[in-house]
Nanobody, 115 residues
Framework: QVQLVESGGGLVQAGGSLRLSCAAS????????MGWYRQAPGKQRDLVAS???????NYADSVKGRFTISRGNAKNTADLQMNSLKPEDTGVYYC?????????WGQGTQVTVSS
């Protein structure tokens, strides 16, 4: 069983910054991908950024140049540094970890960007 714990959401003004952290524990293969997804009210859950265990990153076009995903020092942790936040970045942010056998989700953390 895999558990993910997310932290770092909150309320920030446009132009501000937030840092989200995710820690995954349990039976996870060393070769995996960790990602952050965003779900705005009434919309589907979309990928924001992902990073493989080898360090390969992928970003949504809307966040390129503003967000940075990185692996933490501890195993199976991932941080999302969000700068120059915009109101359209508002939503619930979910952490995900997937390997060849599983895909698991965190409980989500709210990010609200006021204009």
């Amino acid at each position: 069983q895999v558990q993910l714990v997310e932290s770092g959401g909150g309320l920030v003004q446009a132009g501000g910054s937030l840092r989200l952290s995710c820690a995954a524990s349990g039976s996870i293969f060393d070769i995996n991908v960790m990602g952050w997804y965003r779900q705005a009210p009434g919309k589907q859950r979309d990928l924001v950024a992902s990073i493989s265990s080898a360090g390969t990153t992928n970003y949504a076009d809307s966040v390129k140049g503003r967000f940075t995903i990185s692996r933490g020092n501890a195993k199976n942790t991932a941080d999302l540094q969000m700068n120059s936040l915009k109101p359209e970045d508002t939503g619930v942010y979910y952490c995900n970890v997937r390997d060849r056998y599983l895909s698991s989700w965190g409980q989500g953390t709210q990010v609200t960007v006021s204009s």
